[in-house]
């Protein structure tokens, strides 16, 4: 199981269909679970991650300081 970031830049459960290139050129044909075929798109592997990797946090606020 795998996730890619799509080109909204939000992170979809998806599977591998195709490749092209070799090395760090290595492009990969996803495609979006539940989506149309029409939807599959060409990503590096940097826009590729485990299903069970940690999730960034949705908050972008640092927590409160406790002052002593």
Sequence with gaps: E?????????W????VV???GAGKKRNYLV???GWKSSSDEWVRSAQ???HD???PERCCRPPPKTLY
């Design 48 to 50: 590729l991650r485990s």
């Design 12 to 15: 979809y459960d998806a599977k």
């Design 53 to 55: 990797a940690p999730k």
């Design 31 to 33: 495609h979006y679970r």
């Design 18 to 20: 195709d490749t092209a």
């Design 2 to 10: 795998l996730q890619a970031e799509a080109g909204d830049n939000a």
